[in-house]
């Protein structure tokens, strides 16, 4: 059985302040939620704090990205071994924001992941098409081509601690959220290609969705076979709205509508 795996990334939102502020409200909200693994990817400089707000806690901490090399003269960057010595467990990798933006390619992304996974961190690897190459009929082939290319240095024996996170980025910060029939095709998708990559441990992998994740519709998302949670980004912003995403069994139960 794979457990759910809710994730907060905040991208470059909140100061410590702001994020010591979330970690008090949200612990009452999500106090009796036992099936759901939590985790927070808060900005760099909130780690250390957050780290030790949630010692103890049911909340795990995670990291946006990290740097492969150990030490070094890498100005700007973040060793995994800084990340494991704030308290992480879990690394965000290969957002499309960090492809896009920063330049970041599968193979330099595939370095990273071997570094997490030797620190004994998790990955939580973004893969994703753009709506240009779904409009062209390229989804599956972007998504093979970045899942064998980021995961070319994976130790396969760690297989079953990755995550994956299906982010399409058409859906991303724009309100527009795949349907969960289209999400689950992918998401199947993906995991054929973990079993050619893996065998039988894609069965342990989890597989989150990310894009436009709100309350409203995280049940029926979630209630999709190969759809084993959610990777959050404006949403995971507020205590309410991201514990209302943790509770989403409720909502399907209709409890709260
Ligand atoms: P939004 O939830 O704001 O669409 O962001 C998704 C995301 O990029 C999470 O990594």
């Known amino acids: 059985m794979r457990v759910v795996l809710i994730a907060a990334n905040w991208k470059m939102h909140k100061t410590v302040a702001e994020t010591l502020d979330f970690a008090r409200a949200l612990a009452p909200l999500v106090r009796d939620v036992s099936d759901v693994e939590i985790a927070i990817a ?8 957050l780290g030790a707000a949630l010692r103890g806690s049911r909340v795990a901490l995670a990291a946006q990205n990290a740097h492969f090399e150990a030490k070094g003269a890498f100005t700007g960057e973040i060793s995994v071994a800084m990340l494991a010595d704030v308290g992480c467990t879990y690394v965000i990798l290969g957002h499309s924001e960090r492809r896009a933006l920063f330049g970041e390619t599968d193979a330099f992304i595939a370095r990273k992941l071997r570094a997490v996974q030797a ?3 998790r990955p ?3 893969v994703g ?10 989804t599956f082939g972007v998504l093979r081509a970045q899942l064998e ?6 130790e396969a024996a760690r297989a079953a601690e990755l995550v994956v996170a299906y982010e399409p980025v058409w859906a991303i910060g724009t309100g527009k959220t795949a349907t969960p029939e289209l999400a689950q095709e992918a998401h199947a998708f993906v995991r054929a290609r973990l079993a050619d ?3 039988a441990s894609a069965q ?9 994740v709100k309350p409203e ?3 029926e998302l979630m209630a999709q076979p190969d759809i084993d949670g959610a990777l959050v980004g404006g949403a995971s912003l507020d205590p309410l709205g991201f514990s209302a995403i943790i509770r989403f069994r409720e909502r399907r139960a209709g409890v709260s509508g």
């Open 129 to 138: 098409e753009s709506l240009a190459e779904r409009e062209a009929g390229r």
């Open 124 to 126: 939580i690897l973004c």
């Open 149 to 154: 290319g980021s995961l070319a240095e994976a």
């Open 217 to 219: 519709n995280a049940a």
């Open 197 to 199: 990559r893996f065998g």
């Open 204 to 212: 342990s992998i989890r597989i989150q969705y990310g894009g436009s």
């Open 119 to 121: 620190a004994g961190l």
């Open 42 to 49: 808060p900005p760099f400089t909130a780690l250390a704090a």
